[in-house]
């Protein structure tokens, strides 16, 4: 299994200038976790964007799909006059609605996603085959909105947290895995009712909780200090920690 960050960044993001997106590589397909800003011009500097296989999106935040409208245009430019769409969109529960109003507000045809991918919501706990020998699970994170964390189980399995604070259900779905993605969005935890992020200690806390082999650390702020997100993290954890950078390949 081979992961590409594509982009590292929170809704304002430093490093490369790119928000959340993971191309996974495995099981002869290619996984596209999330596309935010900027995801889609690095996508295709890589390979064709009609090469993706399937796309899943972790919540409705921006930061976390709107290039979806940029990789759209990329796949009928790979491929004019496409006859049926291929590929699979898988988007949270509601998600097509709130793509809906998107797609009416900039005055884009309903269709235009749905021409090119076939558009899906998942539902939470629930397996989806993606390829012989590849399949997706997601639960339900806590954030500021519904958001989801995703696991792909192929020739090794990985667990994607998108956005959130510590959960015990997006513990559960990590359990044992070979890599666990974990935003490390703060650099203090959040106080008061409404909590929607992870510190780098509280990644760590969920990678150890969880049992996984190693752990990466993303989601940062234009002016997060990453190395300082690790050595928090290194308290918790006493496994390999990664820090995610745009442009970063690993092999899982
Ligand atoms: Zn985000
Ligand atoms: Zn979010």
Redesign the pocket.
Known sequence: MRLTVLGSG??CAGDGGN??GYLVEDAGVCVLLDC?HGVASTLVSLRPASEIEHIVIS?M?A??FIDLLALRFAVTKDITGLAKPQGVLHLPPGGGDALGAILDAVCFPPDFLSSVWNVCEYQSGRSIPLAPGLSARMAGGVHYIPGWGIRLDGSASLTYT??TAPSDDLCELARGCDLLIA?A?LAEPECGPVKG?LTGAQAAELATAAGVARLMLT?FWYDADRDAAADDARRSFHGPIEIARDGLVIYV
Do not use: F, L, Q, V
Request: charged share 20%; hydrophobic share 15%.
């Open positions: 929170a809704a928000s959340s935010g919540h935040h930061d976390h998108g956005d935003e969005t992020h989601h």
